[in-house]
């Protein structure tokens, strides 16, 4: 397994822009398919997108497609999710997720990731 930090949440306003970082330790994060998901209280982890190991590959979730990117830099250990004209719903708490083996077909599956990092608590205020 891969150990995961996210960082980079906060408090913006609605229309505003975050971007996440999650740094990986312990192995190289090139050979991993990495995905982003989010929990809003009371509600089930979601999938956000997921991103391929060369970074030539990313899908989303119809809500944030459009809004969000992200991007990875295997050179730095680091894939982030940029996070433009945030909404009050797009309040969770973020989490990466790392997979050396996942399939393309079951990127959204939260239960086919083995590594997550802790989470970052993001709030988009109206």
Do not use: H
Request: positive net charge; glycine residues 12%.
């Amino acid at each position: 397994q891969v150990q995961l930090v996210e960082s980079g949440g906060g408090l913006v306003q609605a229309g505003g822009s975050l971007r996440l970082s999650c740094a990986a330790s312990g192995r190289t994060l090139s050979g991993y398919v990495m995905g982003w998901f989010r929990q809003a209280p009371g509600k089930e982890r979601a999938f956000v997108g997921a991103v391929s190991r060369s970074g030539g590959i990313t899908y989303y979730a119809d809500s944030v497609k459009g809004r969000f990117t992200i991007s990875r830099d295997n050179a730095k250990n680091t894939v982030y999710l940029q996070m433009n004209s945030l909404k009050p719903e797009d309040t969770a708490v973020y989490y990466c997720a790392a997979d050396a083996r996942i399939l393309l077909r079951k990127w959204v599956l939260k239960d086919e990731y083995d590594s997550w990092g802790q989470g970052t608590q993001v709030t988009v205020s109206s």
